[in-house]
């Protein structure tokens, strides 16, 4: 079954200071692999995606990852980060046995420290 | 301009009372959406239809009714049977259906409706 594993519940950078979030997943074949950023009170939205080809996917506000096949990851990156990327971030995984649904990890809060 | 549109932004029930959270889309998605999260649980997939007049139950659909009579409607319906209902709920929306086998396509949220119980 699919899962997404996020180790980091919460994580504090300083502004300026590069970031990195990890995402591991668990999928048999090519997974179909989502960050997304919320806001308090907010939904969701979509940062980036990785499909297949290139494993090195450039994102909106500066953010790209990197899908690692051998460590079944797609770790989140940023090299210099502002206040206003502080929010919760969410990897998720397509269920591509039918249902097209996602499955998604628990989230890192991102703290910025001016 | 597109998008999902979900009503009340906040919504209080009171005990053994059911409560309809609204969710609209005007994106011509064929798929829409219903998750529940909680602090530390990240997003859980209460309901989700692929199609009007059908819908499937996800992780966490007790408690929970919904129905699809119009392809940019999904109303979710949290009833008594549902004991701790306090929570943020989230529609989504997505192109993809039962006619779309490849499951690439990202899903839209709406801004979410926060359910407390008086």
């Known amino acids: 079954a699919q899962s997404v594993t996020q180790p980091d519940i919460h994580i504090t950078v300083s502004e300026g200071a590069s970031l990195e979030l990890r995402c591991n997943y668990s999928y048999g074949a090519t997974p179909y692999l989502f960050w997304y950023v919320q806001s308090p009170g907010q939904g969701l939205q979509l940062l980036l995606k990785y499909f297949s080809g290139d494993t090195l996917v450039q994102g909106i506000k500066g953010f790209e990852a990197e899908f690692k096949r051998s460590q079944s990851s797609f770790n989140l990156r940023k090299p210099s980060v502002h206040w206003s990327d502080a929010a919760e971030y969410f990897c998720?995984?397509?269920?591509?046995?039918?249902?097209?649904?996602?499955?998604f990890g628990t989230g890192t809060r991102l703290t910025v420290i001016p | 301009d597109g998008g999902i549109t979900q009503s009340p932004k906040y919504l209080f029930r009171k005990e053994g009372q059911n409560v309809t959270l609204s969710c609209e889309q005007n994106l011509n998605h064929d798929a829409m959406y219903w998750y529940r999260q909680d602090p530390g649980q990240g997003l859980r997939l209460i309901y989700y239809?692929?199609?009007?007049?059908?819908?499937q139950k996800g992780d966490i659909a007790e408690g929970y009714s919904v129905s699809r009579e119009k392809k940019e409607s999904f109303p979710l319906t949290v009833t008594s049977a549902q004991k701790n209902p306090t929570a943020f709920y989230l529609c989504?929306?997505?192109?993809?259906?039962?006619?779309?086998?490849?499951?690439?396509?990202?899903?839209?949220f709406g801004d979410g409706t926060r359910l407390s119980i008086l």
């Open positions: 989504a929306s997505t192109p993809r259906g039962k006619s779309i086998k490849v499951g690439n396509q990202p899903q839209h």
């Open positions: 998720a995984v397509v269920d591509q046995t039918g249902a097209n649904n996602l499955f």
């Open positions: 239809s692929q199609i009007v007049n059908d819908f």
